[in-house]
């Protein structure tokens, strides 16, 4: 059921390097964003809006019947964007859940988002996340994958300890494929904006660990796949072919960016 206490923003914006105008390439006849919108939709938790810099990409949401909000084009992290979207869409405090779904998962469950909010049920959980075991083998030594190690609290629940590129736990046992996909509570949202990047954050280039370093508490939600994440042209012809179409860019804006 939708709350009006929860807020599903995705970020997005045209500049990606492997990539330029991603969220506006043509996948079965419709944007990219357009899909991650209707699946966020379709998982009935709260208001969905996407968060860009791009007029183009806003159009291309509001044709669909969906909402977007424009944001400032010098934000240094889908978090820093997703906080002024909060403040321009709620500045009285009625939400206390944000959910920060990337724009480029154009395959993600609308179960597997409703499952991101199960950790917040404990007080003691700042931000919950999602992950799924690793079972290609190449995907444990690709330090394209991010790996979380965590401490098992249930069957499909982890208190994470720490993410890493690298190869890890090591040693025999399952691995964890961490999904980009966040709830945060308010206040720790808040919190985390405010915080410098932290070491271990610059030295993996990964956002995550600046809230453990900080001694946030992040609980992972352990689902059954990884959805797709489109990052360069092969992961585009992947997700056409999942997703049923074929096609170029939607309009001449997917080169926007450029």
Do not use: C
């Not at 796949?225 to 056409?240: C, F, I, K, M, W």
């Amino acid at each position: 059921m939708t709350r009006a206490d929860t807020l599903v923003l995705i970020p997005a914006r045209m500049a990606a390097t492997r990539l330029m105008g991603k969220p506006l390439k043509d996948i079965a006849g419709q944007p990219m964003i357009v899909h991650v919108w209707r699946r966020a939709m379709a998982a009935e938790i709260g208001r969905v809006v996407v968060a860009t810099d791009t007029v183009e990409i806003a159009a291309a949401v509001t044709a669909q019947g969906g909402e977007a909000v424009m944001t400032r084009p010098d934000h240094p992290s889908g978090s820093d964007r997703i906080f002024e979207a909060l403040g321009a869409l709620d500045p009285g405090g009625a939400v206390t859940t944000i959910l920060n779904i990337q724009g480029d998962l154009p395959t993600i469950a609308p179960h597997d988002i409703r499952a991101v909010l199960a950790p917040l049920e404990d007080p003691a959980v700042d931000i919950a996340t999602l992950a799924a075991e690793i079972r290609v083998p190449d995907e444990h030594t690709n330090p394209n994958v991010v790996k979380v190690v965590g401490t098992a609290l249930g069957p499909q629940r982890l208190r994470a300890l720490y993410f890493t590129r690298a190869t890890a736990p090591y040693g025999d046992g399952p691995r964890y494929h961490h999904i980009g996909l966040y709830a945060y509570r308010r206040s720790a949202l808040t919190r985390f904006v405010a915080l410098p990047p932290s070491p271990l954050e610059l030295r993996e280039k990964l956002e995550q660990l600046r809230a453990l370093e900080a001694g946030m508490r992040i609980d992972v939600t352990v689902v059954d796949s990884v959805p797709l994440g489109v990052d360069t042209p092969h992961d585009l012809e992947a997700a056409r072919r999942m997703l049923g179409g074929h096609g170029g860019d939607h309009t001449d804006a997917g080169r926007a960016g450029s």
